[in-house]
């Protein structure tokens, strides 16, 4: 089950992206002992690091909703078939939304690019790890095992499966998809997936065998002039997974945009499809990952299992 989205982003960054659902202010969140303030807050935080605002942030308004602060994640490893995987973490204090697993491909810099979208996560309620992957070759088996162990190591925080979900870039992006298929998760995303094609531009047969066996409700979000996503191998991955996916899967192209749209740009084009793909990324999360049930909640469950 499936389906395709054309994305028509125009002159203006205003009008060129559908209009988005008003967005609440996060809440305050407990971290490391330290309360971390939601956005707007006038409170003095001598230990926490003023961030900069998203790459859609413009001069005459701000497209994201950026963080007052910037939490500084904890760095961490985890072992896999591959050796030990850097990963940074954020953990949330109260009842956060939900956990993230980000993996992160190669290109860019796994510092900054981590903190950033850890903490525009955090600003929705998720716990987020990310997993550098940069350097790191190994088969389809080889890096699944990295999902795995990542989510070993979220569940002693007592994450379930389906509260749970992945968010990949590039070679992260194709994992986030053949891990959808091996497990059973609240959601997945992959933004510009790498190895997609064979060298004819049609989808490569790994790829197409994954769609019977996806069972993670997937979203792939792709550049139409990234080379390495030809728009054959695209409509044919959309096809697959329409006619033989098991759950809800949607792929989105943004035209005039490679495969780094995500990333800062002075562009209005590519600021209009980072804007829009991130409103995607969040609204997947909301609508699809399990959240974790607060005390009260637990408490009546057992109520009722009583009665």
């Known amino acids: 089950m499936g389906g395709t989205v054309a994305v028509v982003l125009g002159a203006q ?33 001598s230990n926490s690091r003023l961030s900069a605002p998203r790459s859609g942030s413009t001069t005459s308004g701000v497209l994201f909703m950026a963080s007052a602060v910037s939490i500084r994640p904890r760095e961490d490893t985890v072992d896999s078939q591959l050796g030990s995987v850097a990963i940074s973490q954020i953990d949330l204090g109260g009842i956060p939304r939900g956990a993230v697993l980000l993996l992160l491909g190669p290109g860019g810099d796994f510092e900054s690019d981590s903190t950033q979208h850890l903490n525009d996560l955090a600003t929705h309620g998720y716990e987020g790890v990310a997993a550098d992957l940069r350097g790191i070759d190994g088969t389809e088996d080889q890096l699944e095992s990295v999902v795995e162990s990542l989510l070993a190591h979220v569940a002693r925080r007592g994450w379930e499966s389906e509260q749970t979900a992945l968010l990949g870039y590039g070679l992260g992006g194709r994992v986030a998809l053949s891990a959808s298929a091996r497990f059973g998760l609240g959601a997945a995303i992959s933004v510009s997936p790498t190895a997609i094609a064979a060298g004819d531009g049609h989808l490569s047969a790994a790829v197409a065998r994954l769609a019977p066996l996806v069972r993670t409700p997937w979203l792939g979000l792709f550049g139409e002039e990234d080379l390495t996503a030809p728009a054959t191998a695209c409509d044919e991955l959309e096809t697959v997974l329409r006619e033989d996916s098991p759950v809800f899967t949607q792929l989105v192209r943004y035209p005039s945009v490679g495969d780094d749209f995500h990333r800062p740009s002075s562009e209005s084009i590519e600021i209009a499809a980072s804007y829009d793909y991130w409103q995607r990324t969040i609204e997947w999360l909301n609508l699809r990952v399990q959240p974790r049930l607060t005390p009260l909640a637990l408490a009546w469950n057992a109520r009722r299992s009583l009665s």
């Open 13 to 45: 960054v205003t009008s060129a992206c559908r209009q988005p659902r008003r967005l609440l202010r996060p809440r305050a969140f407990q971290c490391a002992g330290q309360v971390i303030p939601g956005p707007a807050t006038e409170q003095d935080h």
